[in-house]
């Protein structure tokens, strides 16, 4: 069947014929990392070795960069060393451009030897740009097409894995139809580390509603499966029983506790320009 994804804010993306979460282009970039890097340089060899597998190493004085990224795609652009400085001598406004034609394109930004040291981790909300802080901030946002007005958001935010561990730059998704928390859905929060960590969990919330749309909300075989405020229900009948009171410990149903105590407050506070607490702290 066809899905439809649509984007509530950001930038579009062009994705595969067949399958609506993988991604495989984008119309519009941020140019947040230009640099060079020539024999002798730490790495060199490790990092010019997908170039020579590919038969694209032919200058051997070395390589102009420019990494490109947008919230769910990046590319990496290898290009002469003349034509990346006049670049940033051209670029003080900021609105410089460069003729890829000159160079060859990789998608993705590269990993492994050489590179996991040049690169720096990188944020798509960046305090330089006016983020509330270096990767605290909402990343992109799709309407959930089983669910009116509900959207699947994703989302940088600082947490901990384990409440006496110590926070980090962490990336989610969060869906406001069902309101799972994804830290009890494992493999659905990761370290954010860069384009790459946003480029997966952008893939998991379109998964999210490709698998809504595919099997419905609640759907046995479906990713979106409210609890319609049933654990909340079991807390909250514990907690009365305990200490003998007749008021809820808890919001009994899941959209008010999320609102609270849930993803949806992060949401809401980078809505506003807050910056949240450290999750889970």
């Known amino acids: 069947m066809s899905i439809r994804i649509t ?12 399958n609506p979460a993988h991604v495989t282009s984008c119309d519009a970039y941020r140019l947040p990392l230009v640099g060079t890097i020539v024999p002798g340089s730490p790495g060199y060899e490790d990092m010019v070795s997908m170039l020579r597998d590919n038969g694209h190493d032919t200058r051997p004085e070395g390589y102009g960069l420019i990494f490109l990224e947008s919230e769910e795609f990046s590319a990496t652009y290898f290009g002469s060393i003349a034509q990346i400085e006049q670049y940033k001598r051209e670029n003080t406004d900021g609105k410089a451009t460069f003729d890829a034609s000159q ?16 690169l720096p981790h990188t944020f798509w909300n960046a305090a330089a740009r006016g983020a509330i802080a270096d990767g605290v901030g909402l990343v992109t946002a799709f309407a959930h097409n089983e669910a009116p007005g509900a959207e699947v958001i994703v989302y940088e935010f600082e947490g901990k894995w384990l ?4 926070p980090t730059q962490m990336i989610t998704y969060h869906c406001t139809a069902c309101h799972q928390d994804t830290f009890h859905d494992s493999g659905h ?6 384009p ?4 997966w969990t952008a893939r998991q919330a379109r998964q999210h509603i490709s698998s809504a749309a595919q099997n419905g909300v609640g759907g046995t075989n479906s990713a979106c ?3 319609n405020g049933e654990m909340l229900r ?6 009365r029983d305990m200490w003998g009171t007749t008021g809820n410990a808890l919001p009994d149903t899941d959209d008010a506790y999320c609102a609270t105590k849930g993803p949806c407050s992060i949401v809401r506070e980078l809505r506003a320009g807050v910056r949240p607490p450290v999750y889970r702290s």
């Open 234 to 239: 079991v807390v909250n009948a514990v907690a």
């Open 196 to 199: 790459t960590s946003r480029r």
């Open 225 to 227: 499966r409210p609890n």
């Open 163 to 166: 409440p006496d561990s110590n």
């Open 7 to 18: 984007n509530t804010f950001g930038t579009a993306h062009n994705v595969s014929e067949t």
């Open 103 to 118: 160079g060859v394109m990789y998608a993705k930004w590269p990993q492994g030897k050489g590179w996991d040291d040049y």
């Open 189 to 194: 929060v990761h370290e954010n580390t860069g």
